[in-house]
């Protein structure tokens, strides 16, 4: 899976799905063993489907959407069409939430950065709903699998239905855009700076919605798929803290947020879920000094490396190097934003 482009992408991370399997409470295993089988049938899935999407482009520029119903089944995707692009709102909240939110990834890419869908040439957002585990039960996760969004109701305790945060929708998407422009490998720090990308950029789109100043918004990812039964804050957080720890379901996030700490193990394809802590981090810390709006001018430097100054075999200081120039094009030599963004990487121990 290291040698392929295109992304898969599971949003609750294996390391949350195996320390879930560690439960004492049958129900929780059970999710955990879905969302870790879930991973690997999606892995089959994408490597029957490349190359990407080739059918789906083409299309007339703009927004258009569509939203289908699995039912509760996991195969075979996409399912029934419930709504589609223009369509007035229908009785199910999750298929409202998709297609709501999925605009407005695509009206934050295409407002902030001017970007037409993810291939920036009006590509079809396609999501499904009610998705199944391998189990039958109810899919307690979302992933991108090359072509489209797939979106699980959770198991109601310690998830809910994974439509409800802006964010993960907002970070699924971003993993197709990576596909269009980088094609960072989803391995090591090339996966993790993949990852990071995807949780920045998820994160602003829920900013720029709610019209957020870095310090107004809450640097947590996917606080809303969180249940009823569950005792945490978010899924991950871009600050310098944990995004939780010891708890009695979810143990302690692993994700570390300086160099020296990251993981060197070859699990969750080598730490990308966990190691996208650190850049995660630093795009953090540029955007505290810069201040203002996140999106206007650290967002547009990570957006502009992703676009244009990344290879697919990129390494974080890769990535601090060609953020630190982007920010000079942008804004000048020695000139606050780049000392911003140099400093943060230096913080995070990169450079
Ligand atoms: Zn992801």
């Known amino acids: 899976m290291h040698l392929c482009h295109h992304p898969l992408c599971c949003f609750v991370p294996p390391y949350m799905a195996e320390t879930l399997q560690g439960s004492d409470d049958p129900a929780v295993r059970q999710i955990a063993l879905a969302s870790l089988g879930n991973e690997y049938r999606t892995a089959r899935r994408l490597l029957s489907t490349q190359p990407m999407a080739t059918s789906l482009m083409g299309q007339l520029d703009g927004k258009e959407r569509y939203v289908f119903d699995m039912s509760g089944a996991s195969d ?9 692009e223009g369509d007035r709102p229908v009785a199910d909240d999750a298929a409202n939430e998709a297609y709501d939110y999925s605009g407005d990834v695509y009206d934050f890419y295409k407002q902030v950065f001017d970007r037409d869908s993810l291939d920036d040439a009006g590509l079809p957002l396609r999501s499904s709903i009610h998705v199944g585990d391998t189990f039958g039960a109810p899919m307690s996760n979302a992933f991108f699998n090359g072509q489209q969004m797939a979106y ?68 947590y990812i996917g606080k809303e798929v969180l249940g009823p039964g569950a005792r945490i804050q978010g899924i991950r957080t871009l600050m310098g803290e944990k995004a939780y720890a010891n708890d009695p379901d979810f143990g302690t996030d692993p994700q570390p947020k300086h160099y020296q700490d990251r993981y060197v193990g070859g699990r969750d394809r080598g730490g990308v879920h966990i190691n996208s802590g650190i850049p995660n981090h630093a795009f953090y810390l540029a955007a505290m000094t810069i201040g203002g709006y996140a999106w206007e001018k650290t967002g547009k430097i990570w957006y502009v490396t992703l676009k244009s100054a990344l290879g697919s075999r990129a ?37």
Not at 170 to 184: A, M, N, R, W
């Open 152 to 219: 699980g109701d959770g198991d109601g305790n310690l998830f809910t239905r994974f439509t409800r945060s802006l964010d993960v929708v907002g970070h699924e998407l971003t993993h197709g855009i990576v596909s269009f422009t980088s094609k960072l490998d989803y391995f090591a720090e090339s996966g993790a700076l993949n990852e990071s990308f995807a949780d920045i950029m998820g994160s602003l789109v829920s900013q720029w919605k709610y019209s957020q100043t870095v310090t107004q918004a809450d640097w």
């Open 315 to 351: 390494t974080f200081w890769d990535a601090a190097n060609a953020t630190i120039a982007i920010a000079e094009q942008l804004y000048g030599t020695d000139s606050s934003e780049q000392n911003a963004v140099r400093n943060a990487w230096q913080q995070v121990g990169v450079i």
């Open 76 to 84: 075979p995707l996409p399912g029934k069409l419930v709504r589609k």
